[in-house]
């Protein structure tokens, strides 16, 4: 299931923009911050 923090980071980054969003996820996987679903 995904959470809603997902979705709103998700949204708000393809709003920036994904070359950005490229940058601001990989950062986030290291801190795990804007990480809150559980896929696999």
């Not at 994904?18 to 896929?39: P, Q, T, V, Y």
């Amino acid at each position: 299931m995904v959470n809603s923090c997902m979705a709103e980071r998700t949204e708000m980054k393809i709003e920036e923009g994904i070359e950005r969003s490229n940058d601001m996820w990989r950062g986030a996987e290291h801190l795990g911050k804007f990480i809150c679903w559980d896929l696999e």
